[in-house]
């Protein structure tokens, strides 16, 4: 899977399980996608991993065999954590660090734990996300309101982004750099040469990026323009970190849920149970967190590294216009 860079003690043999390096560990590269784990797991970070979507995808990633650390504004949820560790065999591989995604002092604090920790960075899901309080028509929407959404949505997310890339970036150069240095010199992404025709498995990229949006990125709702404006801008975010990151060997998706069971639309299920029945979407039934954890754990694969800035969408095929 993730191969380009992974910090590991001194007189580490390839294979072998790893404790967690310390910020002196030196750099092993290239390990085969068959041999991730047998060595250090992956690491991903999920903001709002704790609830809803955003746990279904921490389960999913802990069950691909992820180290998993969880960003949220709750305090610690010591049982789910307890019962989280527990599915993962015991393992040191879930985290948790009380923030919010709005706050950008916050941004270093986690993804320098991540780093403390377990010494590498895979995955960055940028999923934590709120409705407005209270959902206004637009001639009476607040700025506050907006204000807050789009912090939540897109302002913290956009920059957590550049925190989390600038930390990757770092890494591998000092993994390219710990190579250089023992004479094994390690290409960078765009340096590398273009795989044989025969070549059949991609080269993972150096990280993956996914963002989760929503339907609401290009569907108007007009009684929460916030929530709406706030996910087209986390469409042309990704696109925006796509390009700019694709030189470095990362890539970025987005992820566009449409109506999915949890706290966030447990308020509105009347409506859209409703709406479900009256054919909103071509596969008639709410969607559930398993089925955005599904989309995030393909792209989060490695298996597409050609692909950048693409959409998945995960609506029940809702965005497909219909005459
Ligand atoms: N449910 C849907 O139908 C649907 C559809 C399309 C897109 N989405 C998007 O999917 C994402 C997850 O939504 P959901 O339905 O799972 O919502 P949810 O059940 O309300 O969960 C929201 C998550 O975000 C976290 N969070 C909220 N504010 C935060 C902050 N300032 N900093 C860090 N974490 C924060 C929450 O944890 P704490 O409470 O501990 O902070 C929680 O884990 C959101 O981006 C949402 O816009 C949802």
Redesign the pocket.
Known sequence: MYESYRIQPAGHKAGKRLPNAGPDATIDTGTPHHHWKATMPPVALV????????LGITRRLLTDGFAVSI????EEPADLLAELRADAGGDDRVRYVRG???DLHDHARYVDDAVDAWGRLDLLVN????APTVRSDLLDATAESFDRVLG??LR?PYFLTQTFARRVVELRDKAAANRAEAGDVVPRPEDRPAPAQEESAPTAPVATIVN????SATTVSTNRGDYCVSKAGVAMATQLWAVRLAPEGIVVYEVR????A????AGVTQKYDEMIENGLAPVNRWGR?ADVAGAVAILASGQTPYSTGEVFHVDGGMHIPVL
Do not use: Q
């Open positions: 903001t709002g991993g704790n609830r809803g979507i955003g960003l949220a504004t709750r919010s995604v709005a999923n934590a996300g709120v939540i949505n913290g989760v949006s929503s339907i849920p449409g109506v999915i949890t706290d966030m639309t967190p």
